[in-house]
């Protein structure tokens, strides 16, 4: 063989894939603020929540593939590397973004947790998903709102939306009263974590 | 290579690291090994003692002379000595009738000189012509040892390079750090057939591969055992015992085709527990090696050795006062550094608790669910979880102190693999109102555990056919059915050869933290309630 480093290689190996680990991230907010779970051995992952409900957590594979060949991998130069790897992280990050999408909306779909609009999204139907999710306060009471993950046309729409909650009277009060609803909803959740004779 | 390695082990081992793998030999030819030595000041005279295929008790006396073979001067200094005691006092083993005659071995794992072979010759025939027929001194030197190792080892052993080579970095790894184990697992798995996907073997290769992978775990860790590194050899013979177990449970064999190779194993963890203990008795203090860095790491390894104290005492039935005077003083120094470290933290609070008739026991408890639970609360800082029970101590306080090159991505939080068997626990000791102000935090965190598919492999490191259980407990909760969950205890998932044995149970736990669930813990500790813990193999065996 021909002199080598491998040592070497294998850290700034190590680098290349923490690097490919931001960029899936960046591409997977919010998702990616959810905790990564490890599972270390089996090959089927099972769930009891909180209702006692039980049920199969589907396992999928993803891969991308990163293709350098004889032709080029003399004339590549690092960033063009990186470039690469860059690119196949956001492929990965699409793939594991779209399983996680319709895992949720299979989940919600599931047990009827939708709301549908037509054309235009309005202040109405932002409620009625906030009415339709569990919001969590923290010490200070404050809501712990849900994070909308949205395409293009829908985030400039809610974008106009949001400001009018702080803004218009009625929005406000309307607003104001479904946090207290729902503050009292996560004051009887909390309340209910007891060990009772 | 293998007859290369197996020549160098045999060549640089010691009485002591060469006495496991002999048992083992003598047990694939048929003997059945009653007794054998720690290498102490106080011993039955011999260093095994057995009794051959045929009925006859055989002792036999281990050897490792300094140089090539035993000389003259070796033989004279003290040897002759020793076989003459050996051959002509009594073996006294409660398992053997006082008046039987015995076979004597002297057994050197290197060679004999000429003139010393002269002198055995000598005494042999001097015995005879005095009219005592039965006094003979028998020789097993080096080159008839390694060619048993090679006849029990050979066609069995990794034949792939990956295996080969994963036995060539255990045989020259330095010894001081701690075992391997993922290494040592992958090794005995293929050796014995029950690697994912390797084919069932028949009985015959079955029971084979248990004293062929003794000795293949006994050359694997040689470095290990000549720095007595008690703990590493320890868990090498758990190790090897619970791979013995997933044999017979996965073969269904009867006892007594894996019971020899099982007692042998199991004394071998009984000496290296007892050697543990004697030089924590003859040490001032815990501290070893580098002792400028040893701060950081002293309680991990403090809470491992009150563990091994523990079940060294649990396991001796409570003779010694040293146990409870090392657990008074260093009981402070507990440590739940990772999920890895609770059943060396249960196994502290079992003996603990016959020790102390104060709560304080039970409150170790308390405190460790709270601490779970805050720790792994949703909301908790991340670098502050508590690793789950897959991560060793050097990988986490590698972690924690920031000298890895890749820092984990893995979240702790909102899980545990422990906190469900901690709390039942506490709950079979009645404090309802402590447990009732516990509870809510306990409800933001799932139990996890893994289900495997087939007992046997409960024994194996890591494997695919199990299913990964997370639960959410209930926001509310009755306590009578809690309790009522807490004292369930028929170990379901335990594998039914392990059932007979609640301290191995607790040192495989303490080997493979992985394993421990709340079921077999709820187990363990009816167990030690009723006092079924006490071991049968360690006590005098009826001769066959």
């Known amino acids: 063989m021909l002199p080598d480093f491998p040592d070497l290689k294998r850290k700034l190996a190590r680098k290349l894939r923490a690097r490919m680990r931001d960029v899936h991230a960046a591409h997977t907010a919010p998702m990616s603020a959810a905790g990564l779970v490890c599972i270390h051995e089996g090959n089927r992952v099972l769930s009891i929540d909180e209702d006692g409900i039980e049920s199969q957590i589907p396992m999928k594979n993803h891969r991308v593939t990163v293709t350098i060949t004889d032709a080029e991998v003399e004339s590549l130069t690092s960033a063009q590397i990186i470039a690469r790897f860059d690119d196949a992280a956001r492929q990965m990050a699409m793939k594991t973004g779209k399983t996680f999408i319709e895992s949720l909306d299979r989940s919600v779909q599931s047990v009827g947790n939708v709301v549908s609009y037509q054309g235009r999204i309005t202040a109405n139907d932002l409620f009625a998903m906030w009415e339709k999710v569990l919001i969590d306060f923290d010490e200070q009471g404050r809501p712990q709102l849900p994070t909308l993950v949205c395409g293009s046309k829908m985030f400039s729409e809610v974008s106009e939306i949001l400001p009018a909650l702080g803004d218009d009277p009625a929005l406000k009060q309307r607003f104001a009263k479904l946090m207290t609803q729902k503050y009292e909803e996560w004051r009887d959740r909390e309340s209910s974590r007891k060990l009772v004779d | ?544």
Not at chain 2, 396 to 407: G, I, K, S, Y
Not at chain 2, 441 to 466: H, M, P, Q, S, Y
């Open chain 2, 1 to 544: 290579m293998i007859e290369r390695v197996v020549e160098n082990w045999l060549t640089d081992a010691t009485e002591r690291s060469f006495q496991v793998p002999f048992c083992h030999m003598l047990s694939s030819k048929g003997f059945t090994v009653l007794h054998m030595s720690r290498h102490c000041g106080m011993e039955l005279g011999k260093d095994v003692i057995a009794v051959d295929p045929t009925g006859v008790p055989c002792a036999f006396q281990l050897k490792t002379p300094q140089g090539k073979r035993i000389t003259l001067s070796e033989w004279r200094n003290g040897i002759s000595q020793q076989v003459h005691d050996l051959v002509t006092l009594k073996l006294i083993h409660p398992s053997l009738p006082t008046h039987s005659h015995h076979r004597s071995f002297l057994v050197t794992n290197r060679g004999i000189d000429e003139e010393v072979a002269r002198a055995i010759d000598d005494l042999n025939r001097h015995w005879s012509d005095s009219g005592h027929h039965h006094l003979k001194l028998e020789t097993i030197v080096g080159g008839s040892i390694q060619k048993d190792a090679l006849d029990l080892g050979s066609n069995l052993w990794p034949t792939e390079l990956a295996d080969a080579r994963t036995l060539l970095e255990l045989f020259l790894h330095d010894g001081a750090e701690h075992l391997p184990k993922v290494k040592l697992a992958s090794l005995l798995e293929r050796t014995m057939g029950l690697a994912e996907g390797s084919p069932k073997p028949s009985q015959a290769e079955a029971v084979r591969s248990c004293s062929s992978a003794a000795l293949l775990c006994a050359i694997a860790t040689k470095a290990f055992a000549e720095r007595e590194n008690h703990f590493a050899q320890i868990e090498a013979w758990t190790m090897l015992v619970a791979h013995v177990l997933a044999v017979a449970e996965r073969r269904r064999l009867p006892s007594r085709l894996w019971q020899g190779a099982f007692d042998i194993g199991v004394k071998a963890i009984h000496n290296a527990l007892a050697n543990l203990v004697e030089e924590l008795k003859a040490r001032p203090h815990v501290v070893e090696g580098d002792p400028t860095t040893d701060t950081e790491v002293r309680r991990v390894r403090t809470t491992c050795l009150l563990a091994l104290v523990a079940i060294h005492e649990l396991w001796n039935g409570g003779e010694e006062d040293f146990a409870k005077r090392f657990c008074e003083k260093y009981r402070g120094q507990l440590l739940l550094w990772g999920e890895s470290a609770v059943p060396q933290i249960l196994a502290f609070y079992w003996f603990w608790k016959n020790v102390d008739a104060t709560p304080r026991s039970d409150f170790l408890l308390a405190n460790l669910i709270e601490h779970i639970c805050q720790a792994n609360a949703p909301g908790a800082e991340l670098g502050q979880a508590i690793a789950s029970p897959y991560y060793s101590a050097e990988e986490v306080l590698a972690q924690r102190f920031a000298v890895t090159d890749e820092p984990w991505e893995e979240d702790f939080r909102r899980n545990s693999y422990s906190l469900e068997a901690i709390i039942h626990l506490f709950v079979r000791e009645n404090w309802k109102q402590t447990m009732k102000h516990l509870w809510p935090g306990i409800t933001r965190v799932w139990f996890n555990r893994c289900d495997v598919k087939a007992k046997w492999r409960w024994f194996l490191w890591k494997t695919e056919k199990a299913d990964h259980w997370s639960v959410c407990p209930p926001f509310t909760k009755k306590w009578a059915d809690l309790r009522n969950e807490a004292w369930e205890d028929r170990g379901k998932s335990i594998p039914s050869t392990l059932k007979e044995w609640p301290l191995l149970a607790l040192l495989f736990l303490i080997v493979y933290p992985h394993r421990l669930n709340a079921d077999v813990v709820r187990w363990l500790d009816s167990c030690f309630r009723n006092g079924k813990h006490i071991p049968s193999a360690c006590d005098a065996k009826k001769a066959p």
